[in-house]
């Protein structure tokens, strides 16, 4: 008996020209562990809401072909009989969380469907019991992390107790240790209930990690490949389609070594086999030259509270943005990161210590004078876009300066074509891609000619294909002359774009070296709650000791093997 | 307002333990009571009384402090107005003319002067019944005990998405505000003059606007998918079983409007001090 059929199955939204699913077959057999991947656009969040009925429910299209989840006919059913069948843990946790308290979240479930309410006690009791989250009950979202609130969301979800569990894109507001985490509790789930689990993400990596049965891969609106991670990840499915392969993959394949589908590479414990070729390469590698730092940004001795009886947030704090080099900034949530920024581009004041610019102070500059040599880019490009029109809004912060007009035009085109932006300088913004308008926020900043950039997550949220065309924009502008700020916990971003990094923790640097080097340090990546990648578990795997060079000579070598 | 929005207060009293319903009926029952007259002396026994009950409830004066003020300040200008326009009104209330001052060729009485002060008072007595009511419920159970007492709990439980979601909303309204800032847009007070800065304030609308349309999506689908809105009716995990003394309360709410209906025809309606 199959739980999940799409059989000959199309959908278009009414707002859409062309179909933005098309002939979908699908089987998902029950207790199944699924992983649906596909680039941005790719129709895999449209397939999420057609199994959790919100298509055609409460998004309205035409629908051709067969679903049938569970024992229903999708066509002739209602919402609430679809949702006793699948539950939904959506991608932004903050919108799920609809209760006043932990508690009464749980309980949203019941209370709509009239449950009594020491019934409902219990199942809050006991859900909350699964996710580890019952000492929790009073608590508001507000003093929950991101991953406490997508266990509460589970907790919820779990109430309805339902056979099917999807999961809408979980680790995308996640840090790498919260990610891991909420894999490990939905692997438990599966395990104690035998539910069938369904993730819909683009981090395939970290899915990857914990076993999961079928991998179905979709690309504009069609399944691409259904089948077993050991049989996929050898092929090049994935990077055709702009998805990124697990590093360690992408690693073998670049030193040149043919993997073969019985080798079962899905579990990195398996590559062993592959251990002669990878020392192999090892041996006949170079190592890179490391250069002098020549700081443009200084920060020397920074303290800093936000009230006077309060908690020191940031503690002697010294570190340097040189020029012409990406900086990483790294460590866990409440490391001190976005206080450091706060502080630099003038917002709040230190206690102690100084900023230097070319070393010279510039405690008495006002935010705006700082704005204009250094430029701060905001995770989310919508909380910083205000205009309606691409050129507007890059010219906003000139205007403010009050530079001639002519000047702005100038300035504003010249930024335009760096970006890339210049063929859509007349479009309304809200027609831009997601990635697109992150550009226009950089547009924006570069165009003030700042000697700094910060950038706050710069590839949350973004493909594979999007992720690099961004961070080779990056280095584009680098080599301008910028120096660049990354602020992040993505390890392999770092890794592979940042010449330096320094790592925070608990309000303190902890340690400032090149990213190779602070991978290599157990202690100072479990300090700051950051999680290694499959490279340097690859280098153990197969028994190289010196990871730490290993890993320095494989950035090196794959910057050569992609350019 | 604490983090979930709401002006609640944690406290141990009486009124943190009676039912939100019962208090909303207390609320009405009182306002009712007390726009059936038009008699200082009722008002100053409620008022007595009222605050009295806030002293019960344990609720700091810090917290009523600006309320009380605003409702002060409220009253005087009113009573300004109410003198200087119909400075006779009071008398053709209570049919007796006592002149007290001369202003504008008008004489001002006194029995307006005492009805100007009656009028505050009446507005100052329904001030302590309020504050008790908005600082001793929570914001949840206010949700329930609306359905309870015959309010559709959809329009309910909206109350209880406004409380979640302020400070959400408050928090980007922050972020964005800080974005706009470092690129030098001006929101401080000597960075900019007045109408620019305001000015700025817009600005900041259009992606706050953005955002919270997005957000009204998830949440809404988050809700339907979790059955909101299926049913006719839906039980509350925060509500609270009606206790005796929720009964007891809602007796005395009863017997005090009657009270009221009864002294209301046995009394003229405006009562003068002479």
Redesign the interface.
């Known amino acids: 008996m199959s739980q999940i059929v799409f059989d000959h199955f199309s959908f278009k939204y009414d707002a859409q020209q062309a179909p933005t699913l098309k002939d979908i077959n699908l089987v998902i057999k029950p207790g199944e562990k699924v992983l649906i991947a596909g680039p941005s656009g790719s129709g895999k969040s449209t397939l999420g809401h057609c199994i959790?009925?919100?298509i055609p429910?409460?998004y309205d299209g035409e629908m051709n072909g067969k679903l049938q989840i569970g024992s229903l006919e999708v066509k002739n059913s209602q919402?609430?009989e679809i949702?006793k069948f699948v539950?939904?843990v959506?991608q932004?946790q903050?919108?799920?969380?609809?209760?006043?308290?932990v508690?009464?979240d749980v309980?949203?479930?019941?209370?709509?469907?009239?449950?009594?309410?020491e019934d409902?006690?219990a199942g809050?009791t006991k859900t909350l019991t699964s996710v580890s989250m019952l000492e929790y009950i009073n608590e508001?979202?507000?003093?929950l992390s991101g991953g406490q609130k997508q266990r509460v969301s589970l907790a919820?979800?779990l109430a309805?107790d339902t056979s099917i569990l999807l999961f809408d894109e979980p680790l995308a507001n996640l840090d790498p240790v919260s990610s891991k985490h909420a894999l490990d509790l939905i692997d438990e789930i599966h395990e104690e209930s035998s539910k069938t689990i369904i993730v819909i993400e683009h981090r395939i990596e970290d899915v990857l990690a914990h076993n999961y049965d079928r991998i179905i891969i979709m690309e504009s609106g069609r399944i691409i490949a259904d089948g077993s991670p050991d049989a996929l990840l050898p092929g090049n499915i994935l990077t055709d389609c702009g998805l990124r392969e697990p590093l360690y993959i992408e690693a073998l394949k670049n030193m040149g070594i043919d993997l073969k589908a019985d080798a079962k590479v899905a579990d990195i414990q398996n590559v062993k086999v592959y251990s002669e070729q990878v020392k192999e390469w090892f041996e006949s590698s170079r190592t890179r030259d490391h250069s002098e730092i020549d700081p443009v940004l200084s920060l020397e001795n920074i303290g800093f509270k936000y009230f006077e009886d309060g908690p020191e947030i940031l503690k002697d704090i010294s570190f340097e943005i040189p020029k012409n080099e990406i900086l990483a900034v790294m460590g866990n949530n409440g490391a001190g990161k976005s206080t450091i920024l706060?502080l630099i581009?003038g917002?709040e004041k230190p206690d102690s210590g100084v900023i230097k610019l070319h070393g010279s102070s510039i405690a008495k500059w006002?935010?705006?004078k700082r704005?204009?040599k250094i430029?701060?880019v905001?995770q989310n490009p919508?909380?910083?876009?205000?205009?309606i029109q691409i050129f507007d809004e890059v010219a906003?912060?000139l205007k403010?300066?009050g530079v001639p007009d002519a000047e702005i035009k100038e300035r504003v085109e010249y930024t335009l074509k760096v970006c890339g932006l210049y063929k859509f300088r007349n479009w309304p913004i809200s027609a831009l891609s997601y990635g697109q308008k992150k550009r226009v926020t950089i547009a924006?900043?570069l165009v003030?000619r700042p000697e700094i950039i910060i950038l706050d997550e710069p590839t949350a949220g973004q493909d594979f294909r999007n992720y690099t065309e961004f961070m080779s924009f990056l280095k584009d502008i680098k080599n301008e002359g910028i120096s660049i700020v990354i602020i992040t916990h993505d390890m392999q971003l770092a890794l592979e774009y940042a010449d330096r990094a320094v790592v925070l923790s608990e309000g303190r640097v902890i340690e400032t070296s090149t990213v190779a080097e602070i991978m290599a340090k157990e202690d100072v990546m479990e300090c700051a709650n950051l999680r290694g990648t499959t490279l340097s578990r690859l280098a153990e795997i197969c028994g190289i000791k010196d990871v730490r060079y290993f890993l320095e000579n494989y950035i090196q070598f794959s910057k050569e093997v992609v350019s | 307002m604490n983090?979930?929005g709401s002006l609640y207060i944690e406290k141990e009293s009486l009124f943190h333990r009676l039912d939100g319903s019962t208090k909303f009926l207390v609320l009405i029952g009182w306002t009712s009571f007390i726009f059936m007259f038009m008699d200082i002396r009722i008002f100053l026994v409620m008022t007595i009384l009222g605050f009295g009950f806030l002293k019960v409830s344990k609720i700091p004066f810090r917290n009523i402090k600006p309320l009380t003020v605003f409702v002060m300040i409220f009253s005087i200008i009113n009573s300004a107005m109410l003198i200087l326009i119909t400075p006779e009104y009071g008398s053709e209330l209570s049919g007796t003319y006592t002149v007290l001052f001369e202003m504008f060729g008008k004489s001002a009485t006194y029995e307006t002067v005492f009805y100007a002060l009656t009028l505050s008072m009446k507005y100052i007595s329904i001030l302590p019944i309020t504050l008790l009511f908005v600082f001793t419920t929570h914001?949840?159970r206010f949700a329930s005990s609306l359905n309870r007492i015959g309010v559709s709990y959809r329009v309910a439980y909206a109350v209880?998405?406004a409380?979640?979601y302020i400070?959400?909303v408050k928090d980007?309204m922050f972020?964005?505000m800080?974005?706009?800032?470092?690129?030098?847009?001006?929101f401080?007070k000597g960075?900019a003059s007045l109408p620019t800065r305001l000015r700025n304030f817009v600005?900041?609308l259009?992606?706050l606007l953005?955002?919270s349309l997005?957000?009204i999506e998830?949440?809404?689908?988050?809700?339907?998918?979790?059955?909101?809105?299926?049913?006719k009716?839906?039980?509350?995990?925060?509500?609270k079983n009606m206790v005796i003394a929720d009964w007891a309360v809602i007796g005395v709410v009863i017997l005090c409007v009657l009270l009221g209906i009864y002294m209301k025809n046995n009394m003229s309606y405006f009562w003068v001090l002479n």
């Open positions: 959790n009925g919100l429910f409460s919402l609430n949702t539950g939904t959506l932004d903050d919108g799920q969380f609809v209760g006043l308290s508690g009464e309980a949203f479930y019941y209370e709509n469907h009239e449950v009594r309410k409902m006690i809050v508001t979202p507000h003093n919820g979800v309805s706060k581009s917002l006002s935010i705006r704005s204009e430029g701060y905001m919508n909380h910083m876009i205000t205009k906003f912060g403010n300066m924006s900043i003030m | 983090r979930s914001p949840s209880n998405i409380f979640r400070p959400d980007e972020t964005i800080n974005a706009q800032e470092a690129r030098g847009v001006a401080r960075d600005t900041i259009v992606p953005i955002s997005n957000r998830v949440v809404s689908n988050a809700m339907q998918l979790r059955g909101f809105g299926l049913n009716k839906r039980t509350w995990f925060n509500q």
